[in-house]
């Protein structure tokens, strides 16, 4: 987008408590075998091994299927007792998480973000419930769903909301959303920009267009009189 070069990656990785092991494994293969971008030189970076870097903002989203390493019975309690706080906080759960203890390790997602989890885990529910599995399986609520980022520049990302959306029933999984703000530089022309599909005079366009919108907007709110439309 203009300067600026996207990433956007959902995946998918290894099920199972204890299969941490492959879900690293899931990790270090697909950033590694993505043959991206295609045609288009996005910067000095475009032959890194790993894609996200050759990216100036990478987004890396979906069912990671990290797990807490914790009992079911802990964490439900541990989720009853922080609904009973009048500020609710995760942290106690969250230094059980296998991902954010990855990440500090430096074993996965290198130079990713995440934004602050304020909400409880979103896996696995019963059918159209509330409850978390009830079957024979018995399996520890989680957070196997995550939005991460990172970001060449410092600050060149920043996570506005991330949360969950428990009234979304129609899976064992709660969908999570964030929202971002993105610092975009100005576009080049030396570069092929939206893999040649940007059209500069559009862009020129556009801002004309948008100043032109300003200065009409600060006219009237400078205008000091008001005027009366009369109608016979």
């Known amino acids: 987008m203009f300067g600026t070069s996207f990433l956007f990656m959902n995946s998918h990785f290894a099920a199972h408590q204890d299969k941490t092991d492959k879900r690293i494994a899931d990790y270090q293969k697909t950033k590694t075998i993505l043959n991206l971008p295609k045609s288009v030189k996005v910067n000095e970076h475009t032959n890194n091994p790993d894609v996200t870097a050759r990216f100036d903002c990478a987004f890396w989203i979906g069912d990671l299927n990290f797990r807490l390493n914790q009992t079911k019975d802990y964490v439900e309690g541990a989720l009853q007792r922080i609904d009973e706080e009048e500020y609710q906080h995760y942290e106690s759960l969250l230094v059980d998480d296998q991902l954010i203890n990855l990440m500090h390790e430096g074993k996965v997602f290198h130079h990713f973000q995440e934004g602050r989890i304020m909400f409880a885990?979103?896996?696995?529910?019963?059918?159209?419930?509330?409850?978390?599995?009830?079957?024979?399986?018995?399996?520890?609520?989680?957070?196997?769903?995550?939005?991460?980022?990172?970001s060449k520049r410092k600050n060149g990302i920043q996570c506005l909301e991330y949360n969950s959306v428990p009234a979304i029933r129609y899976s064992d999984h709660r969908p999570v959303y964030c929202l971002f703000e993105v610092n975009l530089r100005p576009g080049r022309d030396n570069i092929p920009l939206a893999a040649g599909l940007f059209n500069r005079e559009i862009?020129?366009?556009?801002?004309?267009?948008?100043?032109?919108?300003?200065?009409?907007?600060?006219k009237m709110r400078n205008q000091k009189t008001s005027s009366v439309c009369v109608v016979q």
């Open 121 to 150: 885990p979103t896996y696995k529910f019963d059918s159209d419930s509330d409850s978390y599995d009830s079957s024979k399986k018995q399996r520890i609520p989680s957070y196997t769903d995550r939005v991460l980022y990172r």
């Open 203 to 218: 862009y020129l366009e556009a801002n004309r267009r948008r100043a032109l919108a300003r200065d009409v907007i600060n």
